[in-house]
């Protein structure tokens, strides 16, 4: 499975992009998706994160501005991003959990997609 986003790019704080992961391969089901980030100097952190089962999660820093959301049909997740601030600069990267059901036993492979750089500026 083969991750690539995109949609990254610099805008000026108070501005919106849309971020855009889409999933290629053999795919088996996908069972979470989620966005992470991380700043330079900084760890990476978990910005949504949106399981097929249970509730979406936000990183505090983020409720409110940024909301998750899938295409199944197309394997693809989305990141809007409103209101960004300049702390909000990072490299974006998009996951993926596939889970293949073999017999009795449940196989789950753990996806990372390259990156899409978010520039916000003062």
């Known amino acids: 499975v083969q991750l690539q986003a995109s949609g990254g790019g610099s805008v000026q704080a108070g501005g919106s992009l849309r971020l855009s992961c889409a999933a290629s391969g053999t795919i088996s089901k996908i069972v979470s998706w989620a966005w992470y980030r991380q700043a330079p100097t900084k760890e990476r952190e978990m910005v949504a994160h949106?399981?097929?089962?249970?509730?979406?999660r936000y990183s505090d820093s983020v409720k409110g501005r940024f909301t998750i959301s899938r295409d199944n049909a197309e394997n693809t997740v989305y990141l809007e991003m409103n209101d960004l601030k300049p702390e909000d600069t990072a490299v974006y990267l998009c996951?993926?959990?596939?889970?293949?059901?073999?017999?009795?036993?449940?196989?789950?492979?753990?996806?990372w997609g390259q990156g899409t750089l978010v520039t916000v500026s003062s």
């Open positions: 949106q399981p097929i089962d249970s509730s979406t």
């Open positions: 996951n993926a959990v596939d889970s293949k059901v073999v017999g009795e036993t449940i196989y789950e492979h753990v996806y």
